[in-house]
């Protein structure tokens, strides 16, 4: 798998956890052709990746469920999915997260204020309400989940959602959940390629 | 897959979100086969395999995410990565994952107050150092994910966790994080089953 | 005062406040009559009171205190006194108290699942609306007691309970709130006997 | 008893719940002489008792278990026990013990700041390191209970605590966990003569 | 700058960071003149200005902002804004603010229990609803600042506030934010005269 | 005052309270040629300083005070009291300050990854061993500046900072614990024109 040699790795710092030698990962057919597929559409192998590659079967779980919750069809679209995305990882301030699903709420809106509002306070944001509604019950999903019940549920029913749609918004919720204390467990460094991604308005 | 029709319902709430309607699902022959397995060895289909039940590929990643984690062979025993689940299931106060891993704990460990324990305080309970930093660790990512650093990786480095250990555990905690969550957002209530497990010491 | 010989200390971690040499306690005729009831109806004397026992009047003051507000006639039922007891120390994560109260729900109410979703998380417990109201205001009363006003008890009034009960439910909570940091502070432990108790359906 | 028609009414809100009918109190003949000696002594009956003087066994229950905690031979001086209560009561914001204890701390100290200082903020008060520890663990005691272990009160014997010295201090500072939340779920209002007392530098 | 030396210095703690060197400070006359001016009226001058005194800039900053929120023409009276003084200094437990500006309500309103009953816990002051009102969206602020929107200054609203006292509002709250942090981070201690000010009813 | 019709105020919501009428304001000598001077610099005035444009006296009191703090000489850097303001905005979420403040980092450091680190999350900054202690130091004065004593203040001095650096850190957080709620307060928009800039590494 040559192609990880052009991964930018240069800030990343050693001594962290997530630097367990990539070379010694011997990628799977499927995952070298989806690192490869990262590298043409991206640039980079996002380092995330990076972070799972030296187990597998860890990885290719990783991936699978990733994109069965973020690309698969759903009531949500790609970028409510993202702004989830972004609001979960305000919520537990992961540098990581903030940094990659920040720019793709950016690209995606074409609206670069947007993913800064987000990413600062979801509150200030210009967006519908039942977005609003979306992401109030994926902080609150953050912050107190025990005391989620059904009135919570009715108020997205109110603003539309069906009972599918509310659980992909709780599954996308609980992604971040766990992906943003991965990432902050494991001190993962965002590649630098997505700081300047997407800034001007379209 | 007529076997699920033996699962016991009956203490489900209609009204919860968890309730699609398992009868729509078309069970993958790898998630049928796997069903079985469930019902042979417990008894039972855990209710969480059900609540992912509607979308076969969203189980599927569910399933083999799940089974790295907690099965797969890792410098953390078995019991250990249980003790996880319950320590991050009690700070978040997850009924259905209390009550599943709480039974878990008691049953590998042949101890039924360590289940009670970890449930109900982490830090009453009779374990080892090492034990305790990991857990120790693990509610501090449910906490302040943001604020952990190398310090707090050092400080399991020096109970002699490694690398990959470190690893494991963050992505053991992680993995409930988003658990919790998910079973709360959707209202999932726990196989009535587990209950009178394991309340004997052995 | 023989009878406490037979208490079983083994559980007793030695280096814990709580050890206050028992030996050296004399107690009164009414302590000692009191100790043997218990040992005869519960089969030990529990912890908490031989927590007290190295004085006299405070044990006094504490048990009679304690009969008063959880046996003694009320609007409150005694199950739904434990409940409330259950419920405070789950918000305070009494390893003691929820031991020894949650075995009390078990047996109380003959319904094993109840104990466990009190002590785990009282919002998904099968009670009526007029007890999930009580443990809310109990629950308020830990988290918050100074911003608990009229509209609080109001709402309690419009679940049928008088001003009598009202003050009942504040004093079984409070009772708790300080038994729980008793606990805490001196690190009882609860006698294992309670574990195994009321784990099967009636 | 005739004597408690001297006591100063005025200022209680009858709405409250804490107004339960003093006329159909019947005090026993225990409790109309302490009520007496208060009158003597203080001016008036601290309103905590009328709140009790409903149901005479609960009355003396909390009389005697007051005293108790408060009067009896300690290690720590009554001084001390009454600045745990103000540092308890302030972490719990309690109206009522705030004002009552605030006073004897003031009237004990000579001190009218010192009363001040702990009421606000007990950090910056002008006291021995020793009691600065016996505060710092009685403020843990309320926010973290369960996070109470032996390096807390390894803590307090480095400063000079015994055992039974620690033992008083958590059930002085757990006794007001009860009374604070006693106090604010049922609308206690001070009697209005502590607001003037001991204001000027002895 | 003579004058200064009659300010009583004897219990301000020489360790802490607010001691820099009044001595060294060359007091502006227009700085000069209103010490002069505090000590006539009050006697002192009060530490706080002492602890902007190192950098005559600043000070007069300080002192002509502080003077225009607090003295200026308003919709909120005067006392209302050192209401709102003391509701934020208690949410953030500031010691020096708590005594100043608790003398200031005892004084402007000639109540004494009112200056302990905003600085103890506001919720339970005999205050108009509309001063309620005020006071809760003050402590919002203090807590949750990055909550507020619309529905919170609907409130104000709905209770009689114009827009510019709604700004007039926020402006006090939030100064206090700055000047209780000042305060706390610095070690200020308040001038001790303030203790026995205005305890008695007028 | 025409120069302030170039000001763009299409992004700034006209049901917020900062929209006092502009118009209305007449701008001091002193202040109109300030705004020039902005509009001169930035290409617009900060929407900050409209929200005080209502109010001469108080707009100069809060641009003196800004000026003094910021931009004063002080053993602070300019970028680092900007890395102040945004570790203190992170904290309380403020929208407006952490885009204002957040491209005042990128463009003093010419990083742009370091203005999104501080607003995200600091302690993953890469930054001086003296900057860190000077964050956390201005982080717990947002979160518990009552907590704060003289360790704190040790520890700053242990990274090299005199007493009147102490003092200008502390002022600096403090002034934005001020505006931060000022913003949220009253639902300031930052200009839009912040987004764009410093985005690319210098």
């Known amino acids: 798998m040559k192609n990880t040699k052009k991964v930018d790795n ?10 367990l030698d990539l070379k010694q990962a011997e990628l799977s057919q499927q995952m070298a052709s989806y690192f ?15 972070a799972y590659a030296h187990a597998m079967p860890k990885l290719e779980s990783f991936v699978s469920f990733y994109n069965e919750l973020m690309l698969a069809p759903s009531g949500l679209s790609k970028l ?17 997260c903030l940094v990659a699903h920040g720019a793709a709420v950016r ?34 999903m953050c912050r107190a989940s025990a005391e989620i019940g059904e009135p919570d549920r009715q108020t997205l029913r109110d603003h539309g959602l069906s009972d599918a749609d509310i659980w992909d918004l709780a599954a996308t919720a609980s992604f971040y959940a766990m992906s943003n204390r ?14 300047g991604q997407a800034r001007q308005k379209v």
């Open 36 to 50: 490869e597929k990262c590298i043409e559409k991206l640039g980079f192998v996002p380092n995330v990746l990076l």
């Open 107 to 140: 690209q995606l809106s074409g609206r670069p204020e947007l993913g800064e509002a987000i990413a600062f306070n979801y509150r200030v944001a210009d967006i519908t309400p039942r977005q609003r509604a979306m992401l109030d019950f994926a902080v609150k």
């Open 10 to 19: 240069r800030h990343r710092n050693p001594s962290e956890v997530t630097a």
């Open 182 to 195: 991965m990432a902050s467990a494991t001190g993962m460094q965002p590649n630098p390629e997505y700081h």
């Open 80 to 96: 409510e999915r993202e702004m989830i995305a972004v609001a979960v990882s305000a919520e537990n301030r992961c540098w990581y």
